[in-house]
């Protein structure tokens, strides 16, 4: 798959993977911008070139279903995210109990177009005591770029803006949608 993985991203689709994912077992994966369906066969196509496990979660209810295994399969974590339980701990409970777990998710929290991300996956992140890997999945250049893992500090609102920083003029697939740094203040 590996190979099939990599004939396809590189020469079909004619991308570039730019960096790559630290040797480390645990960590939260941000992929920006997230505008449209496209970016999860990108993002499969990148975790099985890189070959490494790299995890989502999803409602427990998913996998109560027929298709429970693939979600399984494909790295799929189930989370109760009912009003009563609070996401946030529930995914750093996953970290603490699994020897390794690679986070994958969008901050924008939609496919439409925002003005600011989601802070669950940085309360995660400090919850659990582990760093972000910012990626971009940046259509226009189609490249896949993987930073170095950064660790949260105790200015949310200082890292916030370095990371908002990292992602600009990153254009996704749907380019309106793109998330654009500057109409942060």
Known sequence: MKEISKWIFYKLLGWKLIGEFPPLSKYIIIVVPHTSWHDFYIGVLVRSMVNIPINYVAKKELFNTPLGWYFKWTGGAPIDRSKNSNTVDAIVSLFEERNEFRLA?????????????????????????????????????????????????????????????????????????????ELIS
Not at 125 to 140: C, E, L, N, R, S
Not at 142 to 165: A, H, L, Q, T
Request: a positive charge; proline letters at 8%.
């Open 105 to 181: 998710i969008a901050p924008e929290g939609t496919r439409k177009k925002v003005t600011e991300w989601k802070t669950g996956f940085y309360y995660i992140a400090k919850g659990a005591k582990v760093p972000i890997v910012m990626t971009a999945f940046d259509y226009k250049n189609k490249e896949v770029r993987i930073e170095p893992p950064f660790c949260p500090s105790d200015d949310m609102k200082s890292d916030f803006n370095f990371m908002y920083r990292n992602y600009s003029g990153v254009i996704g697939k749907i380019p309106e949608y793109s998330f654009d740094e």
